[in-house]
Structures are given as C-alpha cells and as structure tokens.
C-alpha cells in the first residue's frame, strides 16, 4: 500500500412514442418526455439558460439529444454546461464545454464525444482529478482515469483533492511530460508525497526526459 500524504491518495495491489411535456424555472425551459404508459423515459433533461444548455452530469452530455447537437453545431448555443460527473455537485465547480475540432480521443474530462461531435473544456493546465471522474474512496480503481489524465496532458498540475483516492495499477508517464502531482491533504509539501510499504513503485517513467515532481 502506498499512502500518498499530498492527497491521502493510496495506490495498491488490485483485488480480484412520446409527448412533450414543458415546465419553465427561471426564465428557463426543462424539458421531459413521457411515454404512452406514463413513465418518464430516459431522455436527458436539459435546460436552457440563455445561450448555454446545462445538463447535470458527463453522461447526461454524452447523450445530449441530437435537436440540442445541431443547436450546437449551427450556433444557437455556445456550450454546454455540466453540474457534476457523475452527480450534480460532485466536482468542484460547474463547467462549461464548447464545439471543438479537436483530433484527441474522448478521455472523459476535458474532451468529450457528444454523438458525431466533440466538445472540450480548458483546464488551463490545472487538472483536477474529480473532473475525469475519480471518486475518492478505498474500493474505486482509479487507475484509468489518472493514466487517461497524463496520456492526454503532457504539462500541468495533477490535483489530488482531499479524501482517498485508490490506484490499482501502475501508472505510466509518458515521455517528455512535465506533470506536477498536487495535493490538498493536511500533510501536502512534507517531502514525502508517496510512502512506500512494500518496496515496489507503481509510477513508471517513459524515457529520461519526463519530469515528475510534487507539491
């Protein structure tokens, strides 16, 4: 067990037909739809706020309906704006995603495929885990989101918030990044960001010019 002290962060051997329905908040218009037997159906609700569609979570975005998509697309809004990842209010803050022409995968943060299009957001280097989806307990592999975040941004700042963030896996640096490791914990900036239990490190630097440090 590593017990990472700049974010309490522990990284580990793995275990093994419709009608429309509208109702107006603010200024502001919600949508649902509702099949014939009077069950909500599963259709993303989506409220438009000005010139931003809001949603409340990443798969929410994912499955934006394609009226809002081709909305995007011709400019009748600018963005996108997510309340939470996986539930409102689970990152830090609200953030807004713009149309992109990015060549870059979906990697469940800053750039995400919404149908046939792409829409990303600026970090501005400051990359908090919580927006690509981690989750801060002992049992959730957090091993592929930390390595999506440092294959898809070379140069920043890796932010471990407070809590236990577990990674299952060895992460690997790629080559040529100059990644920082920040954390939020009591103990961040002790000199001793990873404790080391068992003598193995599970972070794998590729290449001699890859820079890894902490704060």
Known sequence: IFNNMI???????????????KDYVGGCCKESYEIENNFISERTEVIVNGDLLVVKTIEDLRNLPQEYIDGLVKGDYKGVQTLGYYSEGDTPSPIIYY?????????????????????EHDFQGLFDIRYFGAILDNSFDNSD???????AHHRGK???????TAIYKTIYIPNGSQIIFQGQGRNSGNGAPFGVADGLSMITWLGEDTNYTTA
Not at 9 to 18: A, D, E, F, N, V
Not at 158 to 164: E, K, N, Q, R
């Open 7 to 21: 974010g309490n962060t522990i990284l580990r051997g793995k275990p093994q037909s419709t009608s429309t329905n």
């Open 99 to 119: 149309l992109s022409n990015t060549t870059d995968s979906d990697n469940g943060g800053s750039v995400i495929k919404v149908g046939t299009i792409k829409v």
């Open 145 to 151: 989101i930390i390595q999506n975040i440092l294959f």
């Open 158 to 164: 890796l932010i471990f918030p407070i809590g236990v």
